[in-house]
């Protein structure tokens, strides 16, 4: 089966990178990218192409060779799926706020009105593919509704993970570890379709790089490996506190650690806590399920990860706290960095707003400086919390886009995110211009100690 129209529902961090991609390496097929929120939609489609909503290295360059030749924007959902022999499903799964599973379990509202939309729309045979991360066994729910509610056309449903990391999901799409492709490998018609999803990656990626299984493997491999690597970090952060306890220092024994070619040197960064839209989540999804099988052991132990996590974040705004004297009241406390990572504008659930909400509850003043964020963003982020009015938050934080304003006269510097132009500031600028004693916490190990120190700093970093 040879695919001409891709529809991909969802112009997010996943659905639009990796359809541009897909439309950059298949020129012959043309993809169209549809989205319910039309300043998303107006964003991807604006003449400027450094407008684009999502900012990632070389994503520009991708969409600007493919927009209008064969990548579309759209906001008419239907007509994408009408002319489209394969869609992606890309939604945005989060955590549920509301109702059994609350704050656990995969909201999955948006799944199933893409599947009702999908079975009421479609007249002819179409590939169902699961782009976003869903519990294990979506695809029976999404064959139900797709098979009783639509118009007798027949759908595959595969299973198609994404793996890409923010900040390198250019880099991560062109040349991926793997592609896992899950897809029903017993029947003839289902083989049909893993091949022609196998064929479009296949204009790019080698074959041995492409992986199929059973659907359910597939979907489960996607939260396993998010909860491995999660892990990762929570270990490597859990050792932290114990080397400032003991005089280690976390990243000489990283790397140690890293040398055993069993473990491995990658995700073994101390930072003051993984952010993102996907470890949490998906890691609450993975407990919710086990505990739903009353796997209680397993739902326990990959919790341990996120409760490790949160004390990261916490242990690291207090200790804030208790050097400059028990109190930061009044104090202003500088802020590099609000994105989850560097070389991303996505801030969702980024350690910054959890420290940042922390320091606000001991009536600390916050000034801001991140080189991608916006400050209507940062103010939407701690009023998502609910934790005080949303004038309080506008009364005590500030947003300035100059990294030397916003250290100036501060008690304290907090670097968040691991932005490299931070390392390039000239620190002794800025230690001039800060009240005394200057104390400057590094929550991502991207400063050096020595120089710091020799400035005239109170340095300290997480895990030394
Ligand atoms: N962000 C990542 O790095 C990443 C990586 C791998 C997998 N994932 C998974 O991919 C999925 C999407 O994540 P994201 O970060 O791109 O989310 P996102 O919130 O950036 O994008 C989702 C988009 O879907 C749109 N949408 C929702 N319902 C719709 C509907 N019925 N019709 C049309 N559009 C609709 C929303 O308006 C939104 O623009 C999630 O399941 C996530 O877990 C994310
Ligand atoms: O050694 C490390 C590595 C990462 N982090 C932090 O962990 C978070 C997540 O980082 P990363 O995994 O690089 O970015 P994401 O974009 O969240 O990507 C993860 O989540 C995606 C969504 O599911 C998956 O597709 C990716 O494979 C998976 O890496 C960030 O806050 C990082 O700063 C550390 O603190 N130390």
Redesign the pocket.
Known sequence: MKIKNICC????????PTMAVIAQKCPEINVTV????EK?IAAWNDKDVENIP?YEPGLSEVVAEARDRNLFFSTD?DAAIDKADLIFI?????TKTYGMGKGMA?DLK??E??AR?IARVAKDDKIIVE????PVRTAEALKNILENTGNGVNFQILSN??????GT?VKDLMKPDRVLIGGDINSEEGKEAVQALVDIYNHWVPKENILTTNVWSSELS?LTANAFLAQRVSSINAMSELCEKTGADVNEVAKAVGMDSRIGAKFLKSSVGFG???FQ??ILNLVYIAKSFGLNEVADYWEQVIIMNDHQKKRFAANIVKTLFNTVSGKKISFLGWAFKKDTN?T?ESAAIYVADYLLNEQADIVIYDPKVTKEQIYADLNYLGTRSEKENRSRVTVLNDPYKVCEDAHAIAVLTEWDEFEHLDWKKIYDNMLKPAFLFDGRRLLKKEEKKEIGFEFYAIGN
């Open positions: 529902i969802g112009a997010g961090y996943v659905g639009g549809v989205d319910i929120n998303r999502i959902v890309s939604v945005n799964t989060p995969a948006f799944i009105l893409c939309q782009k976003s991360t869903l993970p994404e793996f890409l990391a923010e999901a996607k993102g839209s996907c989540k998906d996505d969702r």
